[in-house]
């Protein structure tokens, strides 16, 4: 394919990329296609993002008229559906609240740091493959979900502590068509319902979504686990929760799996230096050290590539 070509193709993605994640459409790229239509020569670029979003090829039906009707006189719904296109052709979709805030939690939408932590993920996924991850503040699932469908883990434990959260988190599991471990007694009245569940239930790796709170989780639970690998993202934004955040942070890097204590990777993002510079401080009074892993080369998903997003391993 010629350069401008591909050039053309990547821009039609990027397009499609936002409009499945529910962008906003200021964040669409449309300074460079103002440019690339400047320079092109035909209108096939515009054909194929019109093409992509709504079906011009066919007339619509006089039903979905009235479908779309009865959408808009109905009273405006708080959560929608979102699709992350994975590089695999597959994608993570995820049912997310529209406001950043609601029912008294962040945990509703994703967060810059989880698409951030995901990309790492998905490029390195040698770190996951094979092992047993627990998930620190999950939110709605983006992160975990994408690494189950790239990674190959053995086992993945979600956990948060918002039962609206933790609620969401597993209709999202269920949406991307995994099992969690707890309904595998099920298994057999959801093989004849949903062939493709069972399939990647037998496939896929050992799902749990927990309830975990940093404020009262003991360290023998914590042990019990045997992670390999510790994530979390977007969970460094609070002075009031670092600590407890802290002494999790402390068990687990004490903890012991096959002999060997978990790799532990944190991704933020630095809105205040002053949390963050707390964070690092605390971590320091633990013992627990910490070095800034160098940034992935791929950037896959749609979010603010100038938000300040950092991805610490702790060093125990
Ligand atoms: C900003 S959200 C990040 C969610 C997700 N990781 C992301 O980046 O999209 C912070 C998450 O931490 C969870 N959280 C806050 N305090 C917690 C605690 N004490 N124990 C467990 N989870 C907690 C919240 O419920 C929320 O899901």
């Known amino acids: 394919m010629d350069p401008a070509a591909e050039e053309a193709r990547h821009l039609g993605l990027r397009f499609q990329q936002g409009f499945l994640a529910g962008r906003r459409l200021s964040a669409f790229p449309w300074a460079e296609l103002e440019k690339k239509l400047k320079s092109s020569s035909d209108a096939l670029l515009l054909l194929d993002i019109l093409q992509k979003h709504e079906s ?3 007339e619509p039906l006089d039903e979905l008229y009235d479908v779309l009707a009865d959408i808009l006189n109905k009273e405006e719904s708080t959560t929608c559906y979102k699709s ?21 939690t ?31 503040g999950s939110g709605i699932g983006l992160t975990g979900i994408a690494i189950c469908k790239t990674c ?7 956990s948060d502590y918002h039962h609206c959260v ?10 991307n068509g995994f099992v969690l471990e707890s309904e595998t007694g099920n298994h057999t009245k959801m093989q004849s319902q949903n062939q493709r569940t069972e399939v990647m239930d037998l496939q896929g790796p050992k799902i749990t979504a927990a309830e975990l709170d940093w404020d009262s989780v003991t ?15 977007d969970v460094v934004y609070d002075p009031q929760i670092t600590s407890s955040l802290i002494s999790v942070l402390q068990q687990l ?35 627990i050290g910490w070095q800034v892993v160098p940034t992935h080369t791929k950037n896959l998903f749609l979010y603010d590539l100038h938000s300040n997003i950092t991805l610490l391993k702790l060093l125990a």
């Open 56 to 58: 011009i090829a066919t």
């Open 219 to 233: 360290k023998e639970q914590l042990s019990q686990l045997q992670v390999d690998v510790v994530i979390a993202a």
């Open 84 to 104: 992350y296109l994975l590089p695999t052709g597959d994608s993570v979709t995820l049912s997310e609240t529209v406001a950043i805030i609601s029912q008294g």
């Open 152 to 158: 190959n883990p053995k086992a993945y434990v979600f």
């Open 166 to 175: 933790l609620e969401q988190l597993r209709e999202n599991i269920h949406l």
């Open 106 to 136: 962040t945990g509703l939408v994703t967060w810059d740091a989880a698409l951030y932590l995901a990309e790492w993920a998905i490029e390195n996924s040698a770190i996951f493959s094979n092992r047993t991850i627990l998930e620190l």
């Open 253 to 287: 890097s004490a903890s012991k799996t096959a002999g060997k204590p978990p790799e532990i990777y944190i991704a933020f993002t630095v809105r205040n230096p002053d949390t963050y510079h707390l964070f690092q401080t605390e971590l320091g009074k633990v013992g």
